[in-house]
């Protein structure tokens, strides 16, 4: 399923690369498969129509910025409406503060719970928890047992039927710890005594924090939901549980948007061990099930950067090895090459396997080789002669050969740019300059 | 229940309805006006055959419903399906069905266009969610003890769940013991047994930790050996895609042979629902379904989604936090409901 949409969502990426101007009718392809794929991922309705319809103009209304291609202009803008959306990551603080967890049945508050008062334990902080779930049995023996395990106080008490005298009373027991965190009972919008019941634990506790603990498989209902928790103890984060499932927690996306807070962790497994900070791109990439896209919109910013540079050595018709070596440092940055021109909008240029990784290894040598160069060497490499070689190879751990090779490659380039100055008019043509290098190999 | 849902097919299918009319309308621009006078012509008309033409022309002409018609509207219900959290393949699914349902549907004049829009979208959901189950009469037909064991991932209710079939059963007249089976959770054991104390029913319990096998399998023999009417196994969630837990519910059905695998889900999960369902039905397969926290959603698109993925019925609707909150579920009554019990 999410296999299908993703790689619907590259096709109608693909269509818009090589493209000279943005091209309607693809951005609207574009914008319709990330529909799809936001909606499989129970991203509210609306806020997908808002979004796709922000991408829409941006796409469509924006200039295209210079030496980018539509492809990337619109996947960055994509990628920019998304990451607003989520990307408000919650204040932790290492500070004394009381956290109240609030959230539906079965969301995980009790598990989420044990693994935040870890979370704090590990960070070198005094840590309490108070279990005011007073409806569900077994509710304090479960977050006990959990507590024991990692020594933690756990104040409750399961004969007990009124959560605010335990909230209270667990306060003074609890008062000379750091971080005191309040479990409490699921609830859902529609049950008013329960939502008052959350609201004067929010009163009595003056909470630090309100987190709304969302399950990554709650769908439409997450905004709702939200919404009613928002409005009566003001929710200023969210902690997204069971993502070690298929869920993609679009619910939780909503629910981020609805209580205008970021998400603070993440659970995914059922040791108390499994919480991590959020990670805006991650989780992006996984409601869309694109598993690069972070990655892509970044590199495709680095290689323009690249690119620029190269540009500069060549209309200056001087190269010299410092250009290659800032060359192959930003090449080396966006990591390997297959990656970059699996990327890259170069059209239906296929390069052998082995290529690739050779030419990547080589090129950390080639960096090693100049490191151990002096400055004159780098700028006039014609000074090079067999008894500096000897010292390079020495001052680098290899051999005069490689210098050598490394001269035979620079002399390469130098000759490949030149002509390339001539036949294309100064614009950089990677897909020659890839077959000179295959042709090295 | 489910009155969001309700509203939004309501206004769905008044849209179809509206898109259907506008296309008549444009067909026959006159046709109100048009058949007032074929009516007039037909009373008062010495020639009969001047009449039969008429009538045959204007009032039993029929109109062809075309996929262009139509296609605004429905792409307004399939939004309103997704919004009702029923997830994008069976929305699409729905939405084709209704559309062939529709499309190049023969409409006489006379027929209202109401009735026609119903009669598609009743059929389409009908179809989903398949035929009710009826688990005292499937007990009383079958030989006891009727060994219920209950899946599904973490937190969907299935404790909870356990407790109040277990009550409603009891309520029928069946004996009832429950095996505790979640050794896993902390505070699990404690949970179930509380509640079986409150119900009154005799549970069978091991240590946390235990091999849940093992409980079930003691679970059983007891069963057996005081002729108890049902058992009912209550499980660790798990999720479907960690092979290790699921080959332990797999062991847990070779042991204590379940008749029925009833599969618990949430009434508020998205498309998520469709997937795990899914891949339970395939592992360890699926015999009924059970869609708790139905009382925090209005929109119960989750109950379509997994009907409509695995195909199994809707046992019952869990509808809140006390025992007796479980409905039995009868689709011809929800669609009945959903559908605002139009003209048919």
């Known amino acids: ?441 | 229940m489910f009155s969001g849902l309700r509203d939004r097919l309501q206004a769905a299918r008044n849209r179809l309805s509206a898109s259907i009319g506008a296309a008549a309308e444009a067909a026959q621009p006159a046709d109100t006006v048009k058949t007032s006078e074929a009516e007039k012509a037909q009373s008062v008309a010495k020639n009969p055959t001047l009449a039969d033409k008429v009538r045959v022309l204007i009032i039993e002409r029929e109109l062809v419903v075309s996929e262009k018609d139509i296609a605004g509207a429905l792409d307004d219900l399939e939004m309103t399906l997704l919004e009702s959290d029923i997830a994008l393949p069976v929305a699409e699914a729905l939405v084709s069905d209704i559309r062939k349902g529709l499309v190049g549907k023969h409409r006489k004049i006379g027929e209202s266009v109401d009735s026609l829009v119903v009669k598609a979208l009743k059929s389409a959901l009908l179809k989903v969610l398949g035929s009710g189950f009826d688990l005292p009469t499937y007990i009383k037909t079958h030989e006891r003890p009727v060994k219920i064991l209950f899946t599904g991932v973490n937190g969907t209710g299935k404790t909870t769940t356990v407790a109040k079939i277990g009550a409603y059963l009891k309520k029928q007249g069946f004996s009832v013991v429950i095996g505790a089976g979640d050794t896993y959770r902390a505070g699990a054991i404690e949970q179930i047994s509380v509640h079986a104390e409150r119900l009154g029913i005799k549970i069978i319990e091991h240590q946390t930790g235990a091999d849940p096998s093992a409980v079930l399998f003691d679970t059983v023999q007891y069963a057996e050996a005081h002729k108890t009417d049902v058992v009912l196994a209550d499980t660790a969630g798990r999720f479907h895609n960690k092979s290790n837990l699921m080959s332990q519910l797999e062991k847990i059905r070779r042991v204590m042979k379940p008749d029925l695998i009833i599969y618990v889900d949430e009434a508020v999960a998205g498309n998520d629902a469709v997937v795990r369902a899914a891949e339970f039905d395939r592992t360890v397969g699926a015999d009924a379904i059970v869609l708790t926290k139905a009382d925090m959603d209005s929109r119960g698109g989750a109950a379509i989604s997994i009907a409509h993925t695995i195909g199994k019925p809707l046992l019952f609707l869990g509808t809140g936090q006390a025992y007796d909150d479980i409905v039995p579920f009868e689709p011809e009554a929800m669609v009945e409901e959903l559908l605002g019990g139009g003209p048919l």
């Not at chain 1, 924006?62 to 994509?78: A, G, M, Q, S």
């Not at chain 1, 500070?95 to 609030?102: T, Y």
């Not at chain 1, 950390?364 to 151990?372: G, K, N, T």
């Open chain 1, 1 to 441: 399923m999410m296999d299908t949409l993703s790689a619907s969502l590259k096709d109608a990426l693909k269509k818009l690369a090589g493209k000279a101007v943005v091209d309607r009718a693809a951005v609207d392809e574009l914008v319709k498969s990330l529909q799809r794929a936001l909606l499989s991922s129970d991203v509210n309705v609306k806020l997908v129509m808002e979004l796709s319809k922000a991408i829409r103009t941006r796409s469509l209304d924006e200039e295209l910025p210079k030496n980018t291609n539509v492809r990337e202009h619109v996947l960055r803008i994509v990628y920019q409406e998304l990451v607003r959306l989520v990307y408000a990551t919650a204040d932790l603080k290492l500070e004394p503060q009381v956290i109240l967890m609030a959230g539906l049945q079965g969301s995980g508050k009790t598990t989420t719970t044990a693994k935040i008062a870890r979370y704090f334990q590990k960070k070198g902080m005094k840590v309490g928890v108070i279990c005011a779930d007073t409806f569900r049995p077994g509710a304090y023996d479960q977050l006990s047992t959990l507590c024991a395990k990692i020594n933690i106080p756990c104040f409750g008490d399961p004969a007990t039927t009124d959560a605010r005298k335990i909230v209270r009373e667990g306060l003074v027991a609890t008062k000379d710890l750091e971080v005191i965190i309040v479990d409490t009972q699921g609830r859902h919008a529609l049950e008013p005594d329960l939502i008052q019941e959350i609201i004067d634990l929010n009163v009595i506790t003056k909470a630090s924090h309100r987190w709304l603990v969302i399950d990554a498989a709650l769908g439409q209902q997450a905004s709702e939901q939200a919404r009613r928790f928002h409005e009566a103890i003001g929710i200023d984060g969210v902690i997204i549980t069971k993502m070690d499932g298929t869920a993609k927690g679009g619910g939780a996306m909503s629910a981020v948007a609805e209580t205008k807070s970021g998400i603070v962790f993440i659970g995914a497994g059922e040791t108390i061990e499994d919480l991590e900070r959020f990670d805006a791109n991650g989780f992006i990439s996984r409601l869309l099930g694109m598993g690069d896209l972070q990655a892509l919109a970044e590199k495709v910013q680095e290689a323009q950067a690249a690119t620029e540079i190269d540009m500069d050595a060549m209309m200056k018709g001087h190269f010299t090895l410092r250009d290659m070596y800032k060359q192959l440092e930003a090449l080396n940055k966006m990591g390997p090459l297959k990656q970059i021109m699996n990327m890259l909008p170069m059209g239906n240029m296929q390069l052998p396997e082995g290529v690739y990784d050779v030419t990547s290894t080589k090129m950390v040598r080639y960096r090693i080789l100049m490191d151990s160069m002096t400055p004159q060497e780098l700028d006039d490499p014609s000074i090079i002669s067999s008894s500096r070689m000897q010292r390079i190879a020495r001052g680098a751990g290899g051999t005069p050969e490689e210098v050598r090779e490394l001269i035979k490659y620079y002399k390469m380039m130098h000759k490949t740019l030149k002509g390339l100055r001539g036949a294309a008019g100064g614009k950089f043509n990677m897909q020659r300059l890839m077959k000179r290098f295959s042709g090295m190999q």
